[in-house]
């Protein structure tokens, strides 16, 4: 019967322009009822369609169907208007309880038609469907989801939902009890959602962060491109957070120790390290080294004729340690093979 009915809700949809009359009954025949609904000439409606034989002077609802047919009547429909009667009931209840779940049937013009739990059919617009980019669409086909109402526009009988907007509220009071809990100072772990020149963005339970490229590494050798992808789960550090915008100042290098706390433990002059160019300057180059240590070999430190070559692994000696600038002084190891 459900289904029966569904049917006539869909079937009836296509004509739906036709507004809900109410008529007075004025005469019954074996086969048709006569409706005195406010035109010049009366409408008839099939009594099976009615489904039972009326009283005259009964009020029924109708809706035309053919304005005049050969015999100088109008056709009318009962079950056209119970299927719009029916339609407004249930818009009612979606537009009180503001949401709706349902399955994506079809993929039309600009979205999908989404069949709900009620039996109506809806709009999802294809900017609607989800907060990132909809790349996929067949991927989205006969998946149950739940969503916002937009808008119901009761002319047309139409019903926009929006998946996103649902959605972003939610991930909207997750940030907010996300906020509450967080302090400054805090270690906590994030995905990573976008990696730029200037730094890196964390998703931390709904609230947006930026890892700056100063907080990248201790070093400052390490681009946001040499630490993360996007989808990693990293662990950073709060610096600030800046509740007014609702978004958090994170450092990726604070989660460990500054190695310049006990640089004297880690390097000491004469010691042979190993270490990768990173970068060439006209006075030498940088060499990024074990622990996070940013080292420097001077363009005079390296021997005529040798090439040292970007991302390449070398061995040097630790010529001195300058602590003022945070940087570890490397000379060439005249006795060393270099690969």
């Known amino acids: 019967m459900e289904g029966e009915f569904a049917k006539l809700l869909e079937e009836s949809f296509k004509k739906l322009k036709q507004e809900v009359i109410t008529g007075t009954v004025v005469k019954v025949t074996d086969r048709e009822a006569f409706i005195d609904f406010g035109w010049k000439s009366e409408g008839v409606v099939p009594l099976k369609e009615l489904g039972y034989r009326p009283k005259i002077g009964e009020k029924i609802d109708v809706c035309i169907v053919e304005p005049e047919t050969e015999n100088g009547y109008a056709l009318l429909s009962v079950n056209c208007a119970r299927s719009i009667k029916?339609?407004?009931r249930l818009a009612d209840e979606i537009e009180k309880k503001g949401f709706v779940r349902g399955i994506i049937k079809q993929k039309v013009r600009g979205g999908y038609k989404v069949k709900l739990d009620n039996g109506l059919t809806v709009f999802l617009p294809m900017s609607q469907v989800d907060i990132m980019?909809?790349?996929r669409p067949d991927d989205w086909l006969d998946r149950?989801?739940?969503?916002?109402?937009?808008s119901i526009d009761r002319k047309r009988r139409s019903i926009v939902i929006s998946r996103r907007k649902l959605l972003e509220?939610?991930?909207a009071e997750k940030r907010k009890e996300t906020l509450k809990r967080l302090k400054e100072g805090d270690v906590v772990e994030g995905v990573v959602k976008n990696i730029v020149d200037f730094g890196i963005f964390?998703?931390?339970?709904?609230?947006?962060?930026?890892?700056?490229?100063s907080d990248i590494s201790w070093s400052g050798l390490k681009t946001p491109f040499d630490v993360a992808k996007i989808g990693d789960r990293i662990k950073v550090k709060i610096k600030k957070i800046e509740r007014d915008k609702e978004r958090?100042?994170?450092?990726?290098?604070?989660?460990?120790p500054d190695p310049w706390e006990r640089i004297d433990e880690i390097y000491a002059p004469g010691m042979k390290v190993e270490g990768e160019v990173?970068?060439?300057?006209?006075?030498?180059f940088w060499v990024y080294l074990p622990q996070d240590v940013a080292g420097f070999i001077p363009s005079e430190n390296v021997p005529k004729g040798v090439k040292l070559k970007y991302k390449h692994k070398y061995k040097f000696v630790v010529d001195r340690i300058d602590k003022e600038n945070r940087r570890v002084i490397l000379k060439w190891p005249e006795e060393e093979h270099q690969r």
């Open 86 to 88: 029916e339609w407004e």
């Open 133 to 135: 980019p909809v790349t």
């Open 144 to 150: 149950e989801i739940e969503a916002k109402v937009l």
């Open 169 to 171: 509220e939610r991930r």
């Open 202 to 213: 964390v998703d931390v339970d709904g609230v947006d962060g930026l890892v700056h490229k």
């Open 248 to 256: 958090l100042v994170l450092s990726l290098k604070d989660v460990k």
């Open 278 to 284: 990173v970068k060439e300057e006209k006075r030498g």
